[in-house]
Nanobody, 124 residues
Framework: EVQLQAFGGGLVQAGGSLRLSCAAS????????VGWFRQAPGKEREGVSC???????YYADFVKGRFTISSDNAKNTVYLQMNILKPEDTAIYSC??????????????????WGQGTEVTVSS
């Protein structure tokens, strides 16, 4: 079974940056897609970005141009570089994975494996 752990969250001022990491307990990210999701207090969980083993990516409109997803297969880790952070980016960020060779999506029901989240707080 795949186990995921997200970390790297914290408190940052608006305009700042954070890099989140999603470490997986699999040998390689081949044939997996990994997604990042977030849930703000009182709101539904929403897809932020995802990456599949072919390098295809997805970004939600509200993070395009600010967030970048990448992977280091040698470390079994997927990163989410978050720049130009805004107070509305404040949320619990979680990563998820699914075995697939297709394009990934920002739909949470599509993913089978979830890690615990990491909290991101952006102050104004």
């Amino acid at each position: 079974e795949v186990q995921l752990q997200a970390f790297g969250g914290g408190l940052v001022q608006a305009g700042g940056s954070l890099r989140l990491s999603c470490a997986a307990s699999v040998f390689t990210f081949e044939n997996y897609a990994v997604g990042w999701f977030r849930q703000a207090p009182g709101k539904e969980r929403e897809g932020v970005s995802c990456l599949n083993s072919d390098g295809n990516t997805y970004y939600a409109d509200f993070v395009k141009g600010r967030f970048t997803i990448s992977s280091d297969n040698a470390k079994n880790t997927v990163y989410l570089q978050m720049n130009i952070l805004k107070p509305e980016d404040t949320a619990i960020y979680s990563c998820a994975a699914v075995v697939t060779n297709t394009h990934c999506t920002g739909i949470d029901a599509w993913y089978d494996y979830w890690g615990q989240g990491t909290e991101v707080t952006v102050s104004s």
